[in-house]
């Protein structure tokens, strides 16, 4: 820090005149610095050594010299937090310029989105909350989500609603669809270097069943083992024809067995604070290798506090550089989001199955949805769980409301306006609707639901949308009370061996959910991302974020020429 006590010093001399050229004494100028002559001296040698003033001095004790200044201080605050870079801790340093945040967001503005250091593509993202560490068994908000597909591979993964090889490259099963053999691709290697083994993955497998989610993910499997360093063999309890989505389910993600922060995915992280997230691309990965070299997260909540009346917007609305100059970026991919926020309800001897598809009906003819007081562009209205299927309408005749009835609902912050909306809506229906939030990103062992009549949340749906909607039933504590009565059906999708007679049992299965009035979803998210000029092929994916390994940025010495998608790696 003595440097940036030293830009300090030279800010108070070059504010004495504004920048313009003084005539002082050294016994003036230690005076404004704060520091003795014997120091002043010193310091107007090391400006003068650095290229930031001219001094002429004039011959006696007291006598005034002429002090002509070179470069402002903004300007050496900007070339410090640059050098800070390659330190790798660039937000404490913003930390310490005691700075109001609009000027630091200034200071930030000209570092993020992409650019080349020491011959190296960097993309820096600047982040308005504070990450947890994307371990692949935790319950994982989106960003952390993707983090995780970044970090760690699995033996298998989804993409475009198809399965392929991750770390396996093959695989196959019995005819009995009980006995199931992997083929792992030759040369593989953990990013500390060390070669991945079958053995290794077999025994996270088994630490992961020996969790409860991984239990309840992998309730089928029986026995894991390998025969063979290139071969993982899995025997199952009884047909799972899902297994392969199964074991591309985050939860299946494998770190290395003896450290659980080594991956082998297509990006090392080999940086984690609460200011700063990096990665580097790994070479040694088995699929397409990234185009950009490095991707650092800049996390910076404190900056976006004045503009926490549009925070809302920032989950899905994502900016490579400086939200604070979105009219200087450019919408370079957006989607409606698959997944959606949803409404359930838990009929109980207090609240009949005929009251809870009363409500529904009250919340699909209320039109409240499109009433909610949101970002404009920020949702749209759910008129289908998936593409193609369809939410049915309740037409049930109505009945009456209970006197109160109690709401659970956990993040993201949408649905606190949501509830506030439902309060309303009931109250002028006759019912009282008590509300209790709970701050997580879904409902885990942790949270007691029995108390609750109704349950709004979150359902993120990557490239595997039927298996993951059938495996939020297997899995979310929301469907425990309901669980019995469809165990049976799940499994008896499950042991179907053609994909397309699943998917259609499962379109079945939550045709009657909603009919029956258990699950209305309430709105889908617009994602967008936004990107400066220099950062290419930025598309987002299905969970909302970007590929990170498609993203490209120009060389500083190569003039931008027209090119078509095809011609783009």
Known sequence: MRELHRVSQFQRLWHASQGETQRLSIAMLAQRCFCSERHARTLLKKWQQAGWIRWSSQPGRGKQGELQFLIAPETLRQQLLNRQLLAGEPIQMLQTLDLP?????????PLMGGHWQDRMPVLR?????????????????????????????GLTRVENNRVSGDLAHHWQHDSSGLNWSFWLRPQLSWHNGEPLYAA???????????????????????????????????????????LPQRLAHQFCLLPHPDSPQTGSGPWQLVQFTTTLLRLESYARWHLQRALIQRIEYWITPALFMPEQGNSCRRPVQIAIGNADELQQLRPV???????????????????????????????????????LPLAEGLITPSHSLLPGWPVPQTGA??????????????????????????????????????????????????????????????????????FTLLNWLEQDRLWQPLRDSFRQSLQQIAREPDDSVRSSAVQQLFHTLMSEGYLLPLFNYRYQ????????RVRLTSLGWFDFTRAWIPPPAVSPVHSGADAVP
Do not use: N
């Open 125 to 153: 993202i600047p982040y308005y909350r504070t990450l947890a560490f994307p371990a692949p068994l935790q319950p994982l908000g989106r960003a952390e989500q993707h983090l995780a597909r970044q970090i760690f591979s």
């Open 529 to 536: 991302v936004l990107a400066p000029a220099g950062v290419e």
């Open 200 to 242: 290794q993955l077999a025994a996270v497998l088994q630490q992961i069943i020996r969790s409860p989610d991984g239990r309840a993910l992998l309730a089928s499997v029986a026995q894991i083992d390998a025969p063979h360093p290139l071969t993982l063999r899995i025997r199952l309890h009884r047909p799972d024809y899902w």
């Open 397 to 466: 005749d109505p009945v009456a409301l209970p006197a109160r009835l109690t709401l659970h609902y956990h993040l993201p912050v949408e649905l606190h306006v949501m509830a506030e909306a439902l309060v309303t809506l009931l109250a002028s229906h006759g019912c009282e609707l008590s509300c209790v939030f709970h701050e997580v990103k879904s409902w885990g062992h942790a949270q007691d639901l029995t108390a609750a009549d109704i349950i709004m949340g979150d359902r993120l749906i990557g490239d595997a949308p039927q």
């Open 333 to 371: 991919d957006r989607s409606i989001s698959r997944g959606f926020c949803y409404l359930a309800t838990r009929p109980s001897l207090r609240f009949s199955t005929a009251q809870a598809r009363t409500l529904i009906a009250l919340i699909q003819r209320s039109d409240v949805i499109r009433q």
């Open 101 to 109: 945040p609009e000027r630091l967001l200034q200071l930030l503005q």
